[in-house]
Antibody
Framework: EVQLVESGGGLIQPGGSLRLSCAAS????????MSWVRQAPGKGLEWVSL???????DYADSVAGRFTISRDNSKNTLYLEMNSLRAEDTAVYHC??????????????????????WGQGTLVTVSS | DIKMTQSPSSLSASVGDRVTISCRAS??????LNWYQQKPGKPPKLLIY???SLQSGVPSRFSGSGSGTDFTLTISSLQPEDFATYFC?????????FGQGTKLEIK
């Protein structure tokens, strides 16, 4: 059974730093693409960052330059280092695996992506 | 960036009803559209990917359709466990935008 368990959230002052962890079991972080997706209280879902199996990273414009995604293969754990935190970063942060599917369309094979496995999330509150 | 817009934002229905939720993309996304269900305090659960493919283990009363900019999630006969919030999501490329959600409530 796949399990993703986040930790590291808490109350932090604006401008502060925090590191989130996502420990995986029944699943290998290094051979899958992994993302962080956040949800502000009572709001919708926002993709934050992606770490592909080949090591490529990508970030939402709202966090680029402040957040860093990484993984420790020996610990089978995904991380999100968050710096220069702002009130608008307050949210539950979920880690999620991003899987690819292929289908034939208009004479060629297309690739699409979906988030299949999700962790329960860890709450980050940025407030003075 | 592509923007996803769902309608309605909330919906009241009864057990046994047929329900449809719409999702519109600000530009064509072909069939790269996913649907998720989220219950309070839980992470989202994938229901449909590629606009119409049912994720393994999801009941067949859920179905998806559409392509280009307009998509629909249909629940053929609402069950008590279906009352939740539903999100659509563009599944082609980052930033993988989500719709704002549709809250399905019991009438």
């Amino acid at each position: 059974e796949v399990q993703l368990v986040e930790s590291g959230g808490g109350l932090i002052q604006p401008g502060g730093s925090l590191r989130l962890s996502c420990a995986a079991s029944g699943f290998t972080v290094s051979t899958n693409s992994m993302s962080w997706v956040r949800q502000a209280p009572g709001k919708g879902l926002e993709w934050v960052s992606l770490l592909s199996s080949d090591g490529t990273t990508d970030y939402a414009d709202s966090v680029a330059g402040r957040f860093t995604i990484s993984r420790d293969n020996s610990k089978n754990t995904l991380y999100l280092e968050m710096n220069s935190l702002r009130a608008e970063d307050t949210a539950v942060y979920h880690c999620a695996s991003l899987s690819v599917y292929y289908y034939d369309t208009s004479g060629f094979t297309a690739a699409g992506y979906y988030f299949d496995y999700w962790g329960q999330g860890t709450l980050v509150t940025v407030s003075s | 960036d592509i923007k996803m817009t769902q309608s309605p934002s909330s919906l009241s229905a009864s057990v046994g009803d047929r329900v449809t939720i719409s999702c519109r993309a600000s530009q064509s996304i072909s069939g790269y559209l996913n649907w998720y269900q989220q219950k309070p305090g839980k992470p989202p659960k994938l229901l449909i990917y590629g606009a119409s493919s049912l994720q393994s283990g999801v009941p067949s009363r859920f179905s998806g359709s559409g392509s280009g900019t307009d998509f629909t999630l249909t629940i053929s006969s609402l069950q008590p466990e279906d009352f939740a919030t539903y999100f659509c999501q563009q599944g082609y490329s980052s930033p993988f935008p989500f719709g704002q959600g549709t809250k399905l409530e019991i009438k």
